[in-house]
């Protein structure tokens, strides 16, 4: 089958990875989880002011990320998005690219399948490669990380270098450890709090 | 200025401009629309905002969302059948995350509509809108244009809940059908 080859890579623990990831934002850096194990993952990893938690618009993490990129350019953000989602919103890679926005770092935590509904597998399984998508939407600082160090390494880059980044990472199944608290008032204003956009009452 | 009307009243578009400009509201992203492209030309050509396209409409409103959170109040343009496409994220982001989302939709499915499609499409969009209690209004009259689009902008911004100002083809000219010649 076309892309089978391609998509064999190293399978890594999101837990871990999402982790690691967390553990290098030193700048109170943006994170936008995506809906599904993605955000549970970041709520697992310690609920940072800077998190922001979607409970339903699937495919959104990565324009939500945009959008926060646009309002606070001195700040890094960081969208965190399955790749079921992300082929819901295939097109936002496009224009993410079209305005080439340097502090934007998209992550893709691949496993697939459609995890939280069954495991069904997704077009990434076999024909997708979603860094070729990000390639062919513009985006040429787009790459797969071929195992922890080099996640490590580029997760790095896309702290310090100029961006849009694109990192996709092939990961495991494995059900996350915690479950996002799913209060949308109180995630979205501790948000902007964290984002110095509102302070405490 | 060449789309001022001859009474020397500013266009519809130019009106909303301002009032925009004047609510702070800086960040606009559209899916094009051929009534809407006065708006979204004059938008472009204003640094004041920062405006582009986006490849649907649920995307653009996930922009905005966005800018929000990060402290810029932006506005999404879209026509009726764009709207159509946005349920779900209006009631799983928009709504429960009290974001005051500004929504302009150019109306198209009545008042002379020649597609059968577009006209299914319009009747969906303001029983979606009440549903999910969101404040809307129409507008049929320039000299209503300025009030009322500034009014739901305080609104929403004070009530933290999206809003959506529908520009209907008494106020635009809509989009018709081109004639035959005999």
Known sequence: ?201 | MSSAKPDGQRAWHEIIKDVLKENNVRLATYVPDNVLSPLIKALHADPFFTTFCCAREEEAVGVVTGAWLGGTLGVVLMQTSGFATLPNVLASLAVPYQIPLLMIISERGTLGEFNLGQAMVCRTMRPALESMGIENHTLRRLDEVAFVVDRTISQAVSTQAPAAIILNAFLTGGKVEKKKEN
Do not use: C
């Open chain 1, 1 to 201: 089958m076309p892309g089978t080859e391609s998509n064999e890579r190293k399978v890594m623990s999101r837990a871990e990875l999402t982790r690691r990831l967390v553990g290098k934002l030193k700048n109170e850096e943006a994170v936008i989880g995506g809906i599904g194990w993605t955000n549970f993952e970041l709520w697992g990893a310690g609920q940072r002011p800077q998190n922001f938690y979607m409970l339903g618009s699937m495919g959104l993490a990565f324009p939500i990320a945009l959008g926060v990129a646009i309002a606070q350019p001195n700040r890094r953000v960081i969208g965190l998005e399955g790749d079921g989602s992300l082929l819901m919103q295939v097109g936002a890679l496009g224009t993410i690219a079209s305005r080439n926005q340097k502090n934007l770092v998209m992550v893709v935590w691949d496993n697939g399948a459609y995890q939280i509904t069954g495991g069904q597998p997704a077009a990434t399984a076999t024909v997708v490669d979603v860094v070729g998508l990000a390639r062919a939407s513009g985006l040429e600082k787009s790459y797969w990380a071929k195992d922890e160090a080099h996640f490590d390494e580029l997760i790095d880059r896309a702290l310090s270098e100029d961006g849009p980044f694109f990192i996709a990472v092939k990961i495991d199944s494995a059900k996350p450890a915690a479950t996002t608290h799913r209060d949308p008032v109180q995630i979205r204003e501790r948000f902007m709090r964290g984002l110095g956009v509102r302070e405490a009452i």
